[in-house]
């Protein structure tokens, strides 16, 4: 299997232009790209930070400024230094912490309103519920439905049924 990086290509002017990124989030893109170089850079198949390394869906449709808002959240991991998260709820801080950076970043940089960006916190909200609607199913006892408890192994555990 191939690993990431060889799935993936750094941002570049080339390498965006055979992307469907909309050309205003390209533009922003770049001068993002350039202000934070300690970072990895990277076109993939969705949103998502991993080890050092930001990827931006070289698929997306998505306008400005929720393309620029996704990659800031991004951002806002590789700058908090997240590494990896041993529960759910813990996966559930630490994206709201990059939403928090994100909206950080975007204070201390009012020249990116000439790409339209302000921080919409319905917006943030919204992708957080996605999360706590995932934690929700996830911890439902699948036999009496009550709200099930995660341990730091990563295992969870009904307060009833495991009690049985």
């Not at 750094?10 to 170089?37: C, G, M, V």
Request: aromatic share 12%; hydrophobic share 35%; glycine share 4%.
């Amino acid at each position: 299997m191939a690993s990431p990086k060889t799935l993936s290509s750094k941002i570049s002017p080339r390498t965006l232009s055979n992307t469907t990124i909309p050309k205003t989030a390209q533009a922003f893109l770049l001068e993002l790209t350039a202000e934070f170089p300690r970072f990895s850079w990277r076109l993939g198949s969705r949103f998502k930070y991993h080890a050092g390394s930001i990827f931006i869906d070289k698929n997306s449709i998505v306008q400005m400024p929720y393309f620029a808002l996704l990659t800031l959240h991004e951002l806002g991991h590789a700058l908090c230094h997240h590494a990896h998260y041993n529960t759910d709820v813990e996966r559930l801080r630490i994206e709201a912490e990059a939403w928090q950076r994100a909206k950080l970043e975007i204070s201390r940089h009012p020249n990116w309103q000439k790409f339209g960006i302000s921080y919409d916190e319905i917006f943030a909200e919204d992708q957080l519920d996605s999360y706590r609607d995932w934690l929700h199913q996830k911890s439902k006892c699948k036999n009496c439905g009550l709200t099930k408890f995660q341990t730091s192994d990563g295992k969870y555990h009904c307060p009833t049924c495991d009690l049985l």
